[in-house]
């Protein structure tokens, strides 16, 4: 598909990845991208999602539009998770079918994996067991519009297709401690802690779990390839395919920040899934997609983006 000359409609194009899907696209020449925020359409509202296809008529979707956060946040808020995402992406993919989008791309999520899923994660294996407990409700939720994709394929000739990014991070993520996911939080943690000479820092769980990460103009790249060149119903995963240890990477982080003081785990505090780690084979056959950022490369952006925007991001 050349995008070019598509009128290419973004959810969520404020957010933390739906502004990087939008400048992706702009810098590959689209210059039809409509993004919309929740303060102007609540996509948890049929009628607002109605207004919004019935007004852009929009040749593209892309449903980045999502409520996430931490283990933190997801303990607190399961129900909220699994209810706005899941609505808000009912609602979509039905305006999609009936206004006769030419492409629909629906984001999902690793937490739809099962706790337990064979490393790396295939996507074969995304319906062989119940995801882990701290936030299976924001992953049930957004695998179950993996299931309405399909089926819309199937029983309508929507062009749907649904792709599975990993843990994301980079510049403009969000920060807040009550909501913020790993990155952020370490970075936040660290840089405050080495700000005022503090010998010691806690964190939760006891660093043993494994993650991977992918920076989020790669992500944002990874969904624009797709969208161009990706057209079947399988599920797609995005990452690096390189996991890495929250205990490693609290140093890494420890490191680039210069907070030279000691971890306290709090095992009391939960892990979350014990390994998450990609398998990326399909992407790279289906649309020749391969991450082209390094951790510590991209830790060092961000640490440094957060250090020059803190006033704007409501840190201390």
Known sequence: MNLQNQTILVTGGAGFLGG?????????????????????????????VSKVFQFYRPDVVIHAAAVVGGIGANRNRPGEFFYDNAVMGLHVIEAA????????????????????????????????????????????????????????????????IYVIPVNLYGPRD????????????LIRKCVEAQERGASSLELWGDGSATREFIFVRDAARAIVLATRLYEKSDPVNIGTGQEISI?????????????????????????????????????QREFGFRASTELREGLSETIAWYRSSRQTIGAS
């Open 97 to 160: 079918r009936r206004y006769r989008t030419g492409k629909l791309v629906v984001l999902g999520t690793v937490c739809a994996y099962p706790k337990f899923a064979s490393v790396p994660f295939s996507e074969d294996d995304l319906w062989n067991g119940y995801p882990e407990e701290t936030n299976a409700p924001y992953g049930i939720a957004k695998k179950s519009l993996l299931v309405q994709c399909q089926t819309y394929r199937q029983q309508f000739g929507l062009n749907a």
């Open 174 to 185: 969000h920060f807040d401690l009550e909501t913020s996911h790993v990155i952020p939080a």
């Open 247 to 283: 205990a490693d990477l609290a140093r890494l982080i420890a490191d680039l920040t210069n907070f030279r003081g000691e971890f306290h785990w709090d095992s009391s505090k939960p892990n979350g899934q014990p390994r998450r780690c990609l398998d990326i084979s399909r992407a």
């Open 20 to 48: 990087h899907i939008v400048e992706e696209l702009q810098q590959a020449g689209c210059t039809q991208v409509i993004s919309i925020r929740s303060s102007d359409y609540d996509l948890r509202q049929a009628s607002d």
